[in-house]
């Protein structure tokens, strides 16, 4: 069967469209836009204590957060004022946004899965860490 250059064009254009659509679907929550942040669990562990369960509000996180990396930021939507915690550094790996950053005495790390908007979060102080998971919408 001999293909002409015309039905090569049309199918080049085709497959194409179909990778761009798939793209721009794939990386719905990577960051290109600010995104809304939800804890739904929270679990809090010191050393030689069992880890946990815990509220957002109990442990001083935020359960309600906007993540910006345009901006570095991210924002408690919760608190008076809006308090914020830079981001210090933005990375993609296997599919999941990676965001790092510290506030105060705190470090912290929240991976967004890029395609769903889960999310889970670690934070590390001095004699005490939190897991953190989620789910993060776009406004």
């Known amino acids: 069967m001999k293909i002409s250059a015309a039905m090569l064009v049309m199918l080049s254009a085709l497959?194409?469209?179909?990778?761009?659509?798939?793209?721009?679907?794939?990386?719905?929550?990577?960051?290109?836009?600010?995104?809304v942040c939800s804890a739904s669990a929270v679990t809090e562990c010191q050393p030689g204590r069992r880890c946990e369960a815990r509220t957002a509000e109990n442990v001083n996180l935020p359960s309600l957060f906007k993540v910006d990396t345009k901006a570095m930021k991210v924002r408690n939507l919760e608190a008076e004022k809006g308090r914020e915690s830079p981001i210090r550094n933005v990375d993609h790996a296997?599919?999941?946004?990676?965001?790092?950053?510290?506030?105060?005495?705190?470090?912290?790390?929240?991976?967004?899965?890029?395609?769903?908007?889960?999310?889970?979060?670690?934070?590390?102080?001095d004699g005490e860490g939190f897991v953190v998971f989620g789910q993060c919408g776009l406004p």
């Open 94 to 125: 296997n599919g999941a946004l990676v965001l790092q950053g510290s506030d105060a005495d705190r470090g912290w790390t929240v991976v967004i899965h890029e395609e769903t908007g889960k999310m889970s979060a670690t934070v590390s102080a």
């Open 15 to 35: 497959f194409m469209s179909v990778g761009l659509q798939r793209a721009a679907a794939a990386g719905k929550y990577d960051g290109s836009v600010p995104m």
